[in-house]
T-cell receptor
Framework: LAKTTQPISMDSYEGQEVNITCSHN???????ITWYQQFPSQGPRFIIQ???TKVTNEVASLFIPADRKSSTLSLPRVSLSDTAVYYC??????????????FGQGTELSVKP | EAQVTQNPRYLITVTGKKLTVTCSQN?????MSWYRQDPGLGLRQIYY???????DKGDVPEGYKVSRKEKRNFPLILESPSPNQTSLYFC?????????????FGPGTRLTVT
């Protein structure tokens, strides 16, 4: 069974860059790595996705090393509104059909003024 | 508006009383999935469905049932709820299966079993 590992919590201050790393040692060759953001009392929502190297969108960047056994979500210049739980997601390597999805435990990011 | 809806949003019940949590999506998505969220454990997949009449177990299927008779609906059934099923439940859908597909989540259903 694939497993992902993330830090449970992180603290930051407004304006700083935050990097959250997820470990996914058993990632399958055809798997993508996706990150989600969740605010209290809401469902998770998609932030960014990548397969290898670096991906950037208007919200974040995602860095994936060549061996793809980990990934790092980078949030530039965080604000108070970035306080949320962040999850990484990969597929289950043992599931050839792609139905099983594995979320990490989530990283609770707290941004302080 | 494209969305995933769940009902009820909050439910308090007693041990052994059968209940159903409904999930519906209006995006014509093939793939639907149920998760439970518990402190320190993150999101764990209960069941998923890759299309109508096609369902399979996720990580924590014990004590749950699902059905997929229509493409838009994917109800979660607890035949005999127990206190350890007290949790926050999310339904999600996507255009297809696999980690590449963006998951769209419902607002969640907070279930308490006493």
């Amino acid at each position: 069974l694939a497993k992902t590992t993330q830090p449970i919590s992180m603290d930051s201050y407004e304006g700083q860059e935050v990097n959250i790393t997820c470990s996914h040692n058993n990632i399958a060759t055809n798997d993508y790595i996706t990150w989600y953001q969740q605010f209290p009392s809401q469902g998770p929502r998609f932030i960014i996705q990548g397969y290898k190297t670096k991906v950037t969108n208007e919200v974040a960047s995602l860095f994936i090393p060549a061996d793809r056994k980990s990934s790092t979500l980078s949030l530039p210049r965080v604000s108070l509104s970035d306080t949320a739980v962040y999850y990484c997601l990969v597929g289950d390597r043992a599931d050839n059909q792609g139905g099983k999805l594995i979320f990490g435990q989530g990283t609770e990011l707290s941004v302080k003024p | 508006e494209a969305q995933v809806t769940q009902n009820p949003r909050y439910l308090i019940t007693v041990t052994g009383k059968k209940l159903t949590v409904t999930c519906s999506q209006n995006m014509n998505h093939e793939y639907m999935s149920w998760y439970r969220q518990d402190p320190g454990l993150g999101l764990r997949q209960i069941y998923y469905s890759m299309n109508v009449e096609v369902t399979d177990k996720g990580d924590v299927p014990e004590g749950y049932k699902v059905s997929r008779k229509e493409k838009r609906n994917f109800p979660l059934i607890l035949e005999s709820p127990s206190p350890n099923q007290t949790s926050l439940y999310f339904c999600a859908s996507s255009l297809g299966q696999g980690s590449r597909r963006e998951q769209y989540f419902g607002p969640g259903t907070r279930l308490t079993v006493t």
